[in-house]
């Protein structure tokens, strides 16, 4: 499949919607090239854009063994919608696909949900797709309805954090530091007067930032992705500005790190790691804060903590204290730096195969199909423990 425009025609099911398109000008192109810098502009511009939805990211998921299509809505030559699929072939046959953080829309109009879900339908079984899941971006409620009324239910996996942490770079650093907590406060500070020292990586740093990752996995045991992995995703953003790494250093030790993704007004906390060693001189809170420091001073809007519990997010938002199971894991780390907590768009899900279809929703029962189609998915995925910018532990 090239990159073509294939017009507003008749599919099955969206005749309606394809119409409609057309008296409002609409046009729908459907690529499949390795590189489009101008949807990634539009994906870095558009509310609740995110690095996932570029074709720089396809090209990082390229080696994992994905494919990437792009749906894309015109009007006047403009790019006002869209969404990116990415595939991946099932060992039963077929394949499988999802749309992270998407589609995206610049303009309020349903019409342009209903068209971008239509295509995106059309492609996946152009493609032979036996499921797909579409997790809507943060602030894409309008978007989920749309998802609803084209058939979609929901997804009974969870492939993305659910809820998030964002804090907003607006304010001042004076007043940041002081909504946050007075435990996190003070572990920045404790970082710097017992010798930690952050710095900005280079290439030449990922083999550092390796090393600590594979320290985070045997801790935590998850299997992380390769050397490689890295390499493409630090050669496929860095020209263009989208990855920084962060080395928080201890005598010249690299003790902790981070990647970071800089994209559209918001730097996501892509994954940091640690070492294990100097807990008690507060690495990892001064790694953070040196990061939302180079955000703020960049001139980006939010600093995003990319991943916290739901359960802990939602007892959160209703004035509940953490219980104290909670209180030593990664999100009371992460909401001690005061930031928002955040509700995000639950995913949905289609299986396009009639007989699958029928077994996923009226054979297995609820608790048998969210473990298998858990555990598939995350094989498919290659979804880990690390995945999501998840930080480490050490706070």
Known sequence: MTARNRGLRWQPGTRRDMDAGAEAGYQIQVSDEAEDLEWDAFAAGATGGHHVQTSLWGQVKALLGWRTVRVMVRREGDVVAGGQL?????????AAGY????????????????????????VARLNHLKYLVVQPPRNGEGVAGRLLSH????????????A????????DLDSILSAMKPSTRRNIRLGKRRGIVVREGTERDLSIYYRLLVATSQRQRFRPYSREYFLGMWRTFSPHG???LFVAEYEGEAVSAQLAIPFGDTVINKLSVWSGCHGRRRPNELLLWTAIEWAK???????????????AAKAILRGESLSDSLKETLTHFKVGFGGQVILLPEPYDYVYDPFLRWIYRKVFPI?????????????????????????????
């Open 164 to 171: 998030t942490v964002l804090l907003d770079l607006s304010r």
């Open 151 to 162: 058939g979609f239910r929901s997804a009974l996996t969870e492939p993305w954090p659910l």
């Open 367 to 395: 608790v048998a199909r969210q473990s298998i189609v858990g555990r598939a998915f995350n094989r498919f995925s290659g979804k880990s423990k690390a995945s999501g910018g998840r930080l480490s532990e050490g706070a």
């Open 242 to 244: 989208y990855i920084k």
């Open 86 to 94: 990415l595939m991946r072939p099932l060992s039963i046959g077929g």
């Open 297 to 311: 001073s960049h001139g980006y809007r939010y600093y995003d903590f990319e991943g916290i519990e739901l359960e």
């Open 99 to 122: 749309v992270p953080k998407g589609p995206l829309l610049a303009l309020d109009d349903p019409l342009l949900g209903d068209l971008v879900i239509s295509e995106l339908g059309h």
